[in-house]
T-cell receptor
Framework: GAVVSQHPSWVICKSGTSVKIECRSL??????MFWYRQFPKQSLMLMAT?????????EQGVEKDKFLINHASLTLSTLTVTSAHPEDSSFYIC???????????FGSGTRLTVV | AQSVTQLGSHVSVSEGALVLLRCNYS??????LFWYVQYPNQGLQLLLK??????LVKGINGFEAEFKKSETSFHLTKPSAHMSDAAEYFC???????????FGQGTTLQVKP
């Protein structure tokens, strides 16, 4: 099956700084990447869909300027949390969709803590 | 629009007992249904999926689920719980026309010795 590498697995940053999260597809080419956010003890909420070579599509209520998504190549999608605040502390997970009936292969997730 | 409801945010069973995690869905198109398991601070692992064909699907680790269209349900079961089954379980639905996965609220499974 597809192999996805997400980095870093955890990060602590100060309020006001920016953090970049990388998601790499190691054995296939991903033209699309879904980015999810999961607050403690809650479900996964789709934030946005990155598209290789074009602008990302954001879900309603997600701030585009705060969560910058770039999909520069077929193997790399990045999520940058800009001017992070404590309320941005969460678990962020990427998932490149495969064939619709295969489900997703999720990255291992990134635990972001903003202090 | 699609949605998923998992009944019971927390389920506790004894080791060796039957595991039953409930999931109901809403979809205006034929759904694809999935169950995922998540261990603390990890990503999600696919347990099993229903797309078309046989309504009783078997997955990894002894889990299975049955798609019941008339009841709009996709409950997850395992005959005998192991301590290692303790985790968070998510039911999800996907539409063929969007590819997006919509997740339920999750159910925490506790297994008592």
């Amino acid at each position: 099956g597809a192999v996805v590498s997400q980095h870093p697995s955890w990060v602590i940053c100060k309020s006001g700084t920016s953090v970049k999260i990388e998601c790499r597809s190691l054995d296939f080419q991903a033209t699309t990447m879904f980015w999810y956010r999961q607050f403690p003890k809650q479900s996964l909420m789709l934030m946005a869909t990155s598209n290789e070579g074009s602008k990302a599509t954001y879900e309603q209520g997600v701030e585009k300027d705060k969560f910058l998504i770039n999909h520069a190549s077929l193997t790399l999608s990045t999520l940058t949390v800009t001017s992070a605040h404590p309320e941005d502390s969460s678990f962020y997970i990427c998932a490149p969709p495969g064939p619709i009936n295969y489900g997703y292969t999720f990255g291992s997730g990134t635990r972001l803590t903003v202090v | 629009a699609q949605s998923v409801t998992q009944l019971g945010s927390h389920v506790s069973v004894s080791e060796g007992a039957l595991v039953l995690l409930r999931c109901n869905y809403s979809s205006s198109v034929p759904p694809y249904l999935f169950w995922y398991v998540q261990y603390p601070n990890q990503g999600l692992q696919l347990l099993l999926k229903y797309t078309t064909g046989a309504t009783l699907v078997k997955g990894i680790n002894g889990f299975e689920a049955e798609f019941k269209k008339s009841e709009t349900s996709f409950h997850l079961t395992k005959p005998s719980a192991h301590m290692s089954d303790a985790a968070e379980y998510f039911c999800a639905v996907s539409a063929s026309n969007t590819g997006k996965l919509i997740f339920g609220q999750g159910t925490t499974l506790q297994v008592k010795p």
